[in-house]
Nanobody
Framework: QVQLVESGEGLVQAGGSLRLSCVAS????????MGWFRQAPGKEREFVAS????????GYADSVKGRFTISRDNTKNTVYLQMNSLKPEDTAVYYC????????????????????WGQGTQVTVSS
């Protein structure tokens, strides 16, 4: 079992940047594929980005491609989401999620593929 804790919440102006972090407790972080999702008020949770257990496979939602970058440091049990050129429509609660433990390297984009979730962190982008 793994527990996930996100950090990095903030209020930024449009065009600004923010980096979110998600630290996983427990052993063998490298056995988990990781993802970021977000949920805006009144909307369903949606996929943002994902990364395979070794970092070799990454996936992005079309709405964030070219602006967001997902990365991970398995020595620190941490996955990151670097968000640049932020837009007001990026405003949401951002959730970190873990798929595993597994020997499969993949970057899932569907919520049901994930087994563990963090509590979420708020990102607000003002116009």
């Amino acid at each position: 079992q793994v527990q996930l804790v996100e950090s990095g919440e903030g209020l930024v102006q449009a065009g600004g940047s923010l980096r979110l972090s998600c630290v996983a407790s427990g052993r063998a972080f490298s056995n988990y594929n990781m993802g970021w999702f977000r949920q805006a008020p009144g909307k369903e949770r949606e996929f943002v980005a994902s990364i395979s257990r070794t970092g070799t496979i990454r996936g992005y939602a079309d709405s964030v491609k070219g602006r967001f970058t997902i990365s991970r440091d398995n020595t620190k049990n941490t996955v990151y989401l670097q968000m640049n050129s932020l837009k007001p429509e990026d405003t949401a609660v951002y959730y970190c999620a873990a798929d595993g433990p597994t020997g499969i390297r993949r970057a899932p984009q569907r919520s049901p593929d994930y087994d563990y979730w963090g509590q979420g962190t708020q990102v607000t982008v003002s116009s």
